[in-house]
């Protein structure tokens, strides 16, 4: 599993560790030149202080012939214009004289580093060992490295303290977070975190806003849905006992008509409550692309029956496909519970519209009933689960436009609400995108 603290950490000591060698290869460079350019001024002085000199003569040889290679640094050599050598400070090293100028000779003891100057009638010649002067070069090049060598593994263990300060607040995170409990949903402190991590926990807390939220309405949808099935099961007990204590038959096909009653009106509720918990986020299914005019005709004919019995006039206004990318089965729901609502809640002799418009705003489809009306002020409500607008005498779950509105919203549909044709009854209308969601 990859580690942010040791990718840290390899790259800053590699990083070092090549900084370190670089800087160091380049010093030592840097110093041999240096140092060498030192060194040939050194035999340059030499050589200029030794021309004024007057002293040099043949028998002079002995009395410097037992001077030792390890007393000398330098070798000075004097010569004559017959090319007699006038004084050497070291016999023994035997090293020809060169061209004016700084060069390269090789002795009887090794390569040299000479600076010969020609001052009237003598030649002089400034002389060093090659290995000398690397020795001297390499000398001076190590004690300078030296304190970089102290200094990369200061840097190093310092890079690793600041990685593992910096990591620090990601450590109490994740503590924080492992110490909570399944129902411990509030927000992640971000106050304290450095601004890299901020936004990963403020995301973070978005999520666990969003499940506390989801969570919450779970709760509420069992506990509403609780409350909504004790009803009509108490009825259904109740109407089970009368059916047993009913004394003739006549009583008897009474209870019996009101349990199936109650049979329907539960077994409906139980199949909303279901369809609701189909359209919840994490149990959808994925969109295709459908005839959504087909479709609200295939439903307009399902519901025709029931019309007939109350004698409703159930129109549907499209011949034309009209295709959205949607879930088929939601689609469905919607557009049913839409019709079934504008039924339900129609007087006999009425009229329901089921309409489909295509503009560049988008397509709409509209349910248009002559029933009583919806009041202004609960336009909004009747949105909410298990709201029943009180007085109008209609059965229902209270769940059929929550559906509407919970398919709406995962289409990316805009769920609307006005009166109906000259301000009599309620036009519901459902406006998807032009570009629907997965289209």
């Known amino acids: 599993m990859m580690s942010i603290r040791k990718n840290l950490l390899i790259w800053l000591l590699t990083g070092f560790v090549l900084a370190g060698l670089g800087t160091g290869v380049a010093t030592y460079f840097k110093t041999q030149e240096e140092v060498s350019e030192m060194l040939d001024y050194e035999l340059r002085q030499i050589a200029y202080s030794m021309q004024y000199s ?12 037992g001077t030792s290679r390890d007393d000398n640094d330098f070798v000075v050599q004097i010569w004559d214009k017959g090319g007699a050598l006038l004084y050497s400070s070291l ?3 035997k090293l020809p004289a060169s061209a004016q100028g700084f060069s390269f000779i090789t002795g009887s003891d090794g390569d ?3 600076y010969t100057l020609i001052s009237g009638d003598r030649v002089i ?11 001297i070069a390499a000398g001076i090049a190590l004690r300078m490295l030296a304190p970089l060598g102290v200094l990369v593994p200061v840097l190093a263990f310092l890079a690793w303290i600041a990685v593992r300060k910096s990591l620090a607040p990601l450590a109490r995170v994740t503590a924080e977070v492992e110490q909570r409990d399944a129902s411990a949903l509030a927000p992640l402190d971000s106050r304290t975190v450095p601004e890299e991590i901020r936004p990963l926990l403020l995301a973070l807390n978005r999520l666990l806003g969003r499940l506390d939220e989801s969570i919450s309405s779970q709760r509420r949808f069992v506990a509403d849905a609780a409350h909504e099935l004790r009803t009509p099961l108490t009825a259904l007990s ?12 006549q009583d008897r096909n009474e209870a019996a008509g009101n349990l199936r009653l109650g049979i329907a009106r539960a077994s409906h509720l139980v199949a909303q409550l279901l369809t609701l918990a189909r359209q919840e986020p994490g149990a959808q299914r994925p969109l295709v692309q459908l005839d959504l005019a087909a479709l609200a005709r295939q439903v307009a004919g399902e519901f025709a029956p029931l019309a007939d019995l109350k004698k409703i006039d159930l129109g549907i206004d499209s011949s034309l496909s009209e295709f959205v990318t949607g879930d088929e089965e939601a689609l469905r729901i919607l557009v049913g519970n839409l019709v079934d609502n504008a039924i339900r809640y129609t007087p006999e002799g009425g009229k329901v519209d089921v ?26 409500q009747i949105f909410e689960r298990f709201y029943r607008i009180a007085g109008n005498g209609v059965q229902g779950s209270g769940l059929g436009l929550a559906i509407v509105e919970q398919i709406a919203q995962r289409h990316e549909a805009v769920v609307g609400i006005a009166g109906g044709n000259n301000g009599i009854g309620t036009t519901f209308s459902i406006k998807f995108p032009p570009h629907p969601h997965g289209r």
């Open 54 to 65: 007057s002293s040099f003569t043949p028998d002079r040889l002995e009395n410097i012939g």
């Open 91 to 93: 016999p023994s090293a």
């Open 112 to 114: 040299w580093r000479a």
């Open 125 to 135: 010649q400034a002389a060093q060992t090659n290995g000398d002067r690397w020795e």
């Open 238 to 249: 109740l109407q089970a006992q009368l059916l047993e204590q009913a004394r003739d038959g």
């Open 355 to 380: 309409t489909l418009k295509n503009d560049s705003n988008g397509l709409v489809l509209g349910v248009t009933d002559t029933g009583p009306g919806i009041p202004v002020e609960e336009r909004q």
